[in-house]
């Protein structure tokens, strides 16, 4: 947490900071309240309960034992509320002593939400007024660019206004819209100034990680809500004009542009901005050199006349571009290749460039979204503000699960299954992750079929409701087409296909069939619903159509990517091994092919000797976790069992077990019978990951849970293996 320590806060601060604070009026403290009741909401929930009391009755203002009753009762979120809104009715004094006591409690407490909130009182002081006035009521417009700014928000918010949902399978033939104010759920953004090469899968690497960040958003996490985007950064010491927002696969990117832009239209966000222009990056990849003015005449060209007066108020304006990921080239972000002139014909990325590094349009504001894994290699410093989408902590996914299903009872009963599924409950960070496994399991309960245990069983049974909803739309040689187009997709990194690419691996599209795995977009491209669709898909292809060359130089292939972008290819690969797996398709597409189950389990057994060896203690620790992903999604124990030998020593002190790798040991462990060794000291284990790793433990002799921070709670998980009736525990 250093890099958010400031300067030592002295007496002398604290008086210039009291002084600052009474020279405002009423009124401008009831301004600055609703600016920051939503900062003031979130820091007081992950400040220490004692401190902030201790403050605050200091000054007279409170009762502690009231407050720390609520608390008690009620959670930190209920506590918050009350604290802020009570402060708030008892008046300026109040008000007043609440900043004091935040002033303050920096010292201790440097929390980066904290530090930016009064950084930005102390640093913009009588501008901040200013600025919360322009976000909220504009600039004062000439009557014929007043109309047509009224036009375009109109226009805007036709566009943005409903949110398309994909229907599961076999329930409805329509997709669903939904009003995006009521469907849609708050996304976690935090600050992430470090944007470094991953070696895992990005999907798998941000599930892993989750609990770590949902531990560090009671100290440290920056959290960054969509109306905090653009305003004061605490590090970069100034308004951000360029923001860079990144985000793996189906976290809700796309979303989180579309509600952004939609609450400007409305009036309700920044305000400042005269203009919005929103682009997608797919719909300008069939671009070729264009200017600025075209790219905007022809996504709305009813701003044509217009356009040379809104371009003389450059600080009025903000470009969107969404996907930078899906860019056909590749945007180099160095200064040194910009234009200035918006009339000049230019390739799409030294536009988006010049307008991010303030060359063209200078004073305007730019807003780009990508996946993480595209930007390890981007250059990234003109970019002032730098945040990450974390997708849905705890209390979203049970909401998302509740708005999915209309009776609250189902609802609970599909939350509670997924939530003690260790391997499914990971991935629900994504929203789209939460459409897939809520489509699956309203039709698992419709049906009565067994739920999925793997996210492979879960994307077998989401293909087949799909191929039970067409079976009279559909024949083998279309889903082999599409198969063989998921396949080259994923091999070659390409996630958008025009029209020609799919009738160039035989894909019929006019088919209905089609859009169950794959959505149009606007100007043409098509993609699958979710990149995992597409990475099943290019799985499934190799049981569909059997060919052992490609089969093994796909594995080798997926297996050599060092960002792990092969790694969910290959968990579904060897989850199709399974035949129990690969039954559920049996009804709809016959026997899948058992010689390449034979191969991919060869190909296991392979690659468990390559990265797995008992006394090598430096062996990669991570490639060893892949390999036993993939062993517990082919749910195969007798090949865990054959491949790793009984009495077995595993070693992974020092290395930050995620919940998931703490699910797929207890498959291991299970699988094994009997373990001779454990070692998880200092594996940053904390509750969710002990509870889904303790089932399994009491087969081990010499277990080491050394160093992990566990709490009081955990001890029931210790209590429990150490009871258990056939616990082989020697040495704890």
């Not at 401008?28 to 009391?53: A, G, H, N, V």
């Not at 605050?56 to 008690?72: A, T």
């Not at 187009?485 to 160039?504: I, Q, T, Y």
């Not at 498959?667 to 399994?696: D, V």
Request: some cysteine; charged content about 25%.
């Amino acid at each position: 947490m250093d890099e958010f320590r400031g300067k030592v806060i002295s007496n002398d601060d604290l008086v210039q900071f009291r002084q600052q604070l009474a020279r405002y009026e009423d009124h401008q403290l009831e301004t600055f309240y609703k600016y920051f009741r939503e900062d003031l909401l979130y820091i007081i929930e992950s400040l220490d309960t004692q401190s902030i009391l201790r403050e605050l009755n200091f000054r007279n203002l409170i009762s502690p034992e009231r407050y720390q009753s609520i608390k008690k009762q009620c959670g930190a979120s209920a506590f918050a509320e009350m604290l802020v809104e009570d402060i708030y009715e008892s008046g300026r004094d109040a008000v007043l002593g609440l900043w004091e006591s935040l002033f303050v409690l920096q010292n201790d407490h440097p929390h980066p939400n904290l530090l930016g909130a009064l950084d930005e009182i102390s640093q913009q002081d009588h501008d901040l007024a200013h600025f919360i006035s322009l976000d909220k009521n504009g600039h004062d417009l000439p009557k014929d660019l007043k109309d047509c700014q009224s036009q375009h928000k109109r226009n805007l918010w036709e566009k943005t206004e409903y949110l398309k949902e994909h229907v599961a399978p076999g329930l409805n033939s329509e997709h669903q819209k939904f009003n995006i104010s009521s469907r849609y759920l708050d996304l976690i953004v935090v600050s992430s100034h470090q944007l470094r090469a991953r070696s895992e899968n990005e999907v798998i690497a941000t599930g892993g990680i989750h609990e770590h960040y949902l531990q560090r958003a009671q100290s440290n996490l920056e959290r960054i809500s969509p109306n905090r985007l653009f305003r004061w950064c605490h590090r970069k010491r100034c308004v951000p004009q360029a923001v860079l927002v990144s985000g793996v696969p189906g976290v809700g990117k796309t979303t989180l542009m579309q509600k952004f832009v939609y609450d400007w239209a409305n009036g309700n966000l920044y305000q400042r901005f005269a203009f919005v222009f929103f682009f997608k990056f797919r719909d300008l990849n069939n671009k070729e050199e264009l200017s600025l003015a075209q790219m905007i005449v022809d996504e709305y060209p009813y701003l044509h006349s217009q356009l040379d007066t809104i371009f003389k108020h450059p600080t009025q304006l903000l470009f969107i571009f969404d996907g930078l990921d899906e860019s056909k080239s590749q945007t180099n972000f160095q200064p040194n290749n910009c234009c200035a002139n918006p009339y000049s014909q230019q390739a799409v990325s030294v536009i988006v460039s010049s307008l991010a590094n303030q060359t063209l349009l200078t004073g305007c504001s730019v807003l780009i979204t990508s996946r993480p894994s595209n930007l390890a290699t981007t250059e990234t410093r003109c970019f002032h503000r730098i945040s990450e989408i974390m997708g849905f902590f705890p209390k979203q996914r049970e909401e998302y699960f509740q708005k999915f299903f209309r009776n609250p009872e189902v609802a609970e009963s599909v939350f509670n299954y997924v939530r003690e599924n260790g391997i499914l409950y990971t991935f629900c960070y994504i929203p789209s992750y939460c459409w897939i496994i809520c489509t699956v399991l309203s039709t698992c309960s419709d049906q009565n079929q067994n739920r999925p245990q793997t996210v492979t069983q879960l994307f077998v049974m989401f293909v087949a409701n799909v191929l039970a909803n067409h079976s009279h739309d559909v024949d083998g040689e279309m889903l082999r087409s599409i198969a063989r187009l998921a396949e080259d997709g994923v091999m070659n990194h390409n996630l958008a296909f025009d029209d020609e690419a799919l009738r160039s691996f035989g894909v019929d599209t006019h088919s209905r069939f089609l859009s169950s795995f794959m959505v149009e977009c606007d100007q043409g491209p098509r993609s699958f619903l979710h990149l995992t669709i597409q990475e099943f898909m290019a799985a499934l292809l190799h049981y569909l159509d059997y060919s052992p060359d490609r089969l093994q130089d796909s594995l080798l292939k997926a297996k050599s990517y060092e960002d792990g972008r092969g790694e969910i290819f290959l968990r579904f690969v060897c989850g199709l091994s399974h035949i129990n797996t690969r039954a559920r398709l049996k009804a709809h597409v016959g026997d899948l092919s058992t010689p390449a189950s034979k191969d991919v389990i060869r190909f296991l057994q392979s690659a468990v000797t390559q990265v797995w060896n008992p006394e090598r203690p430096d062996a990669d620790k991570r490639k060893i976790l892949n390999i036993f992903a993939c062993l517990t999604e082919s749910q195969n124990k007798g090949l865990v069992s054959s491949s790793l030998g009984s009495n077995g020593r595993f070693e992974f002190s020092e290395f930050h077990l995620a919940p998931l790798d703490c699910t797929v040991l207890a498959f291991i462990l299970e699988s094994c019978r009997e373990t001779e060794l454990l070692n998880l000291g200092a594996c940053f284990i904390q509750t969710e990951g002990l509870g889904r790793i303790a089932p399994a433990l009491h087969t081990v002799i010499d277990l080491s849970l050394a160093t992990n921070n566990l709490r009081d709670e955990d001890v029931e998980f210790i209590y429990s293996m150490l009871t258990h009736p056939q616990c082989r525990i020697k040495k704890l």
